[in-house]
């Protein structure tokens, strides 16, 4: 491999990897106080357990983000909280909920479980999951 081609190549290949972290965050991020801040102020909280290098993660989060772009009413009641699963995935709060893997999507409100979505990147699985929240915010 000549000079050119491997510049070339590694300049695709870290232009290719950034570009999911570029989109990963839109939520506060996790910490065991914020979270427990939250609930206890009696907010509707909307856990997104990712990884950055997760593809199914990162459809998610397109699904998100369009959602929200929509509805801005769900960024004004929701709580969004962005645990990183390479952080906390064998922390107590995964424990607790029975977290089965990254590409996880919780709601909480006080000490009540509203609903969950375990890999799945539909459009309207995430929607109605997010309607649940925004429903519990409202009330």
Not at 7 to 15: E, F, G, Y
Not at 78 to 103: A, H, N
């Amino acid at each position: 491999m000549n000079r050119r081609d491997f510049i070339a190549l590694t300049s695709t290949t870290i232009v290719t990897l950034a570009m999911p972290l570029a989109v990963r965050a839109t939520g506060l991020p996790y910490t065991p106080d914020l979270l427990a801040a939250r609930l206890a102020a009696d907010e509707t909280v909307f856990l997104d357990f990712k990884a950055s290098w997760c593809s199914t993660c990162a459809a998610q989060e397109r699904v998100l983000k369009a959602l929200k772009a929509e509805s801005p009413a769900y960024e004004e009641k929701i709580t969004f909280i962005d645990v990183d699963w390479d952080e906390y995935g064998r922390s107590q709060i995964v424990q607790d909920l029975k977290i089965p893997r990254r590409s996880t999507l919780v709601v909480l409100r006080g000490d009540r479980e509203l609903g969950r979505i375990v890999a799945q990147t539909g459009r309207a699985e995430i929607k109605a999951l997010m309607d649940t929240a925004l429903e519990a915010a409202s009330a």
